[in-house]
């Protein structure tokens, strides 16, 4: 689902944005325009079966609330660009009721949704639902770790439980960067930075390497570099560490993993980079662990990487 909904009725099934639906009837005792659904839980198991509007229903009522909005738009004094207009629209809730038809029934059932969840691509085609379907990930899955002090997280991590985290190793490369973007282009190569004379390069051989050894890989990689991941079928547990300030930074002390004392300088340059990442990347985070002492840190991530490995893990599918 790609919306909230609470239901009004008894039949109506209520879901948040994300959760997982299993339609199992398109047209329940010949009524179109809805279907029937369970409500499953992270691990793939039925909780609760009820009504949703079906897709085609959803689309129907989206573009009927962008076309209101368009107009109201033109006819406005002081107009607006048009994103922003839809965006004001969809937040008014409940103005357009229809009654008199069974249409207007309908869409009157419709207000139970939250559409300030709900995402437009750029020609105002609305998408409520998403197909997806299961993995079982039996190999221990990838994990990346945004956020400030990261080498000094890693660190404790392998060291306290080596037989469950593995750093992936850089294979330092001296090519042309025509040659490792080639690399990266035919899949062989996951992500690089460049160093004085070479390359440090994230090799896809060396994560399976790695995840055959039956170890979390701690991956090396910008978080732009995720979504190549996702094109060969490598779906990483992404953990970020979010700090309430840069003095909860700065005041961070580990005389083993954190030899050199964190500057007013560094703590802000990692406390403003980390925000950039949480608001670019955010859709990626698996979970969101807070700062503070490097253990406290090291035993969220921990927890957060037992239960994403424990639940079904569910990837986009193609179109609805």
């Not at 006819?75 to 629209?89: G, P």
């Not at 690089?192 to 896809?204: L, N």
Request: charged share 30%; hydrophobic share 35%; glycine share 4%.
């Amino acid at each position: 689902a790609l919306y909230d909904r609470l239901a009004e009725v008894e039949q109506d099934l209520s879901f948040k944005k994300d959760d997982i639906l299993y339609v199992d009837d398109t047209l329940p005792q010949g009524n179109f325009g809805c279907w029937m659904a369970w409500q499953l839980d992270e691990n793939a198991q039925k909780l609760e079966r009820g009504q949703i509007p079906s897709k085609y229903m959803m689309e129907q009522e989206f573009y009927r609330r962008h076309s209101m909005s368009e107009a109201k738009d033109e006819n406005s004094s002081t107009k607006t660009s048009s994103a922003a207009a839809r965006r004001s629209f969809f937040r008014r809730k409940h103005k357009h009721k229809r009654s008199g038809s069974k249409d207007g029934k309908d869409l009157q059932a419709l207000d139970t949704i939250s559409t300030d969840s709900i995402p437009f691509l750029d020609d105002a085609v609305s998408l409520a639902y998403q197909r997806v379907q299961k993995v079982d990930c039996t190999s221990p899955r990838p994990v990346l770790i945004l956020g400030p002090l990261l080498d000094a997280v890693k660190d404790m991590l392998v060291k306290e439980s080596p037989g469950k985290f593995c750093r992936c190793p850089l294979e330092v490369m001296k090519a042309s960067q025509q040659a490792i973007e080639r690399g990266v282009k035919d899949c062989l190569f996951i992500d690089y930075k460049r160093r004085s004379g070479h390359f440090d390069v994230t090799t896809v051989a060396s994560i399976k390497e790695i995840t055959e050894k039956d170890c979390h890989c701690l991956l090396d990689i910008a978080p732009h570099a995720i979504e190549r991941l996702h094109s060969i079928h490598i779906y990483p547990i992404v953990v970020f560490i979010r700090y309430k300030n840069t003095k909860q930074i700065k005041e961070q002390k580990d005389p083993i993993f954190l030899r050199d004392k964190v500057t007013q300088k560094h703590s802000k340059e990692q406390f403003e980079t980390a925000q950039k990442i949480e608001q670019e990347y955010s859709k990626y985070f698996t979970g969101v662990v807070q700062g503070g002492p490097l253990s406290t840190i090291c035993t969220q991530i921990m927890t957060t990487v037992d239960q994403e490995q424990n639940k079904v893990l569910w990837i986009p599918a193609g179109p609805l």
